[in-house]
């Protein structure tokens, strides 16, 4: 469910915690996914959330996608590997290998 309702309903709900993939990371841009109804969603679970984590894998960083939804400070950021020293700097990255 997407669109301006879903971002009316989820306004009404608290989370511990959220979990939410990205389609690029970018110092700059922040997280981006390239769908404005998708970005709006993101944006508002973030905000609702106390901890946010987002999921991505090593080939998501420096991609950019047309709407941005959050800056990387606001999120801890899981993925298999993370070159960039200074994205580390921003926020908190956890790499998970298998």
Same mark, same amino acid.
């Given at each position: ?10 306004? %009404? !709900? ?9 389609? *690029?990371?970018? #110092?700059?841009? *922040?997280?981006?996914?390239? &769908?404005?109804? #998708?970005?709006?969603? %993101?944006?508002?679970?973030? #905000?609702?959330?106390?901890?946010? !984590?987002?999921?991505? &894998?090593?080939? %998501?960083? *420096?991609k ?11 999120? @801890?950021?899981? @993925? &298999?590997?993370?070159?960039d #020293?200074?994205? =580390?700097? =921003?926020?908190?990255? %956890?790499?998970?290998?298998?």
């Open positions: 469910i997407i669109g301006l309702v879903a971002a009316s309903n989820l306004q %009404k !709900y608290n989370f511990s915690k959220a979990f939410i993939g990205t389609n *690029g990371v970018s #110092e700059k841009q *922040g997280f981006t996914t390239p &769908d404005t109804e #998708e970005a709006m969603l %993101k944006a508002v679970a973030i #905000e609702r959330s106390f901890v946010t !984590y987002v999921l991505c &894998d090593h080939t %998501k960083f *420096g950019v996608s047309a709407v941005s939804f959050s800056p990387v400070a606001a999120a @801890c950021i899981i @993925c &298999d590997k993370c070159d #020293e200074q994205l =580390k700097s =921003k926020t908190v990255v %956890k790499e998970v290998t298998a």
